[in-house]
C-alpha cells in the first residue's frame, strides 16, 4: 500500500483531475473502481505556479487547503478568499483581489443561489459547484465590491448564498427541466432589470461526465475513511460511487487529506492547464 498526499482537485474542460504527490506529482484516476483509505489528518498542498512545490514546513490545516505560506504566493489573507476586508485601492494584492469579478445566479434545478468569483474563472467555477446553469447578473472592479454587490443581490432578490450539500445531491435525481429553469431565470432577471442591473442570458452547463437523472439520491459518505466501489461519474465536487447503494466522497474536502490504496495513481505530464486557483 501507498500513502500519497492529495494536493488539487480541480475541473479543466468539464473533466475533473485530483492531483496527488508523494514526490512524484501524479493523477488519481477517477473511473472504473476505487479502493481508497482517506485520513482525516490533513497538511498544506503547497503552491502551484509554473512549478508545484510542496510545503516547506508541512503544516497541518483546517479550514483551508494552504498555510498561510504556502497560501502567501497567490493571496496573503487566506481570510480573504471568503470575505474580502478592504477595497483594491488599500489592498496590495492586485492579482488575487484586484482582477475583475463577476457576480452571478447559479441554478441547480431550479434552486438559485447568488455567488461571485474572479472573471476569468468564471466558467471553471460554475462547473466546480455543479450548477446546472448560470447567468451574470453584474462584473465588479475587484473582489471586494463583488463581495458587496453579492450581499446586495441576495438581499434584495431573496436569492440563497448557499445550498446545502444533501440537497443538491438529493436534486440529481430529478430529470432537468431546460424550460423550468429558464422560467425561473426570467422571473429573476425581470427582478434584477427592475433594480438596475443588466443580467446576461443563460448559459446551460451539460457536459459533466455523469448521466442524469440518478436512479436514487445519493449518501453523503464522511471523507475520512473507506471508499470503495464503482465510479458513477463526477459532477461539481462530488465523486458518486456504487457499492451495495450509491455514495458521494466530498473530493475538495479530500484536498489536503492523505490516501493509501493498492495501486500507484497515474504518473502526469506537465500541464499548464493544471494550475493551482483558489478565486
Request: hydrophobic share 35%.
Amino acid at each position: 500500500m501507498n500513502r500519497v498526499h492529495i494536493v488539487q482537485f480541480r475541473w479543466h474542460s468539464f473533466t475533473p483531475h485530483v492531483m496527488c504527490y508523494d514526490g512524484t506529482l501524479m493523477e488519481l484516476p477517477l473511473s472504473g473502481n476505487i479502493a481508497l483509505n482517506i485520513s482525516s489528518e490533513k497538511r498544506c498542498v503547497g503552491s502551484f505556479g509554473e512549478e508545484y512545490r510542496p510545503c516547506p514546513f508541512n503544516r497541518s490545516v483546517l479550514n483551508f487547503h494552504q498555510c498561510s505560506h504556502c497560501a502567501g504566493f497567490t493571496i496573503p489573507q487566506l481570510g480573504c478568499v471568503f470575505e474580502p476586508k478592504c477595497p483594491s485601492t488599500t489592498c496590495q494584492n492586485t492579482h488575487f483581489c484586484g482582477q475583475k469579478h463577476a457576480v452571478y445566479i447559479a441554478f441547480f434545478r431550479t434552486a438559485a443561489k447568488v455567488g461571485m468569483t474572479s472573471l476569468s474563472r468564471l466558467n471553471e467555477r460554475l462547473t466546480e459547484q455543479g450548477a446546472d446553469a448560470y447567468a451574470v447578473a453584474a462584473v465588479r472592479n475587484n473582489r471586494y465590491e463583488a463581495r458587496m454587490e453579492e450581499r446586495r443581490i441576495s438581499r434584495k432578490m431573496r436569492i440563497l448564498q448557499h445550498i446545502p450539500s444533501e440537497r443538491i445531491l438529493g436534486m440529481w435525481s430529478w430529470p432537468l427541466s431546460r424550460g423550468a429553469v429558464e422560467e425561473k431565470f426570467q422571473i429573476i432577471a425581470y427582478g434584477l432589470e427592475r433594480a438596475g442591473y443588466s443580467p446576461s442570458k443563460l448559459t446551460f452547463l451539460e457536459r459533466y461526465p455523469l448521466d442524469e437523472p440518478l436512479r436514487r439520491k445519493p449518501r453523503l459518505r464522511k471523507t475520512a475513511g473507506y471508499h470503495q466501489g464503482t465510479v458513477v461519474g463526477v459532477k461539481g465536487k462530488f465523486l458518486l460511487y456504487e457499492q451495495n447503494g450509491l455514495y458521494a466522497l466530498n473530493l475538495y474536502d479530500a484536498v489536503g487529506r492523505f490516501i493509501t490504496r493498492g495501486s500507484h495513481p497515474t504518473l502526469i505530464q506537465d500541464d499548464p492547464a493544471l494550475k493551482f486557483d483558489i478565486t
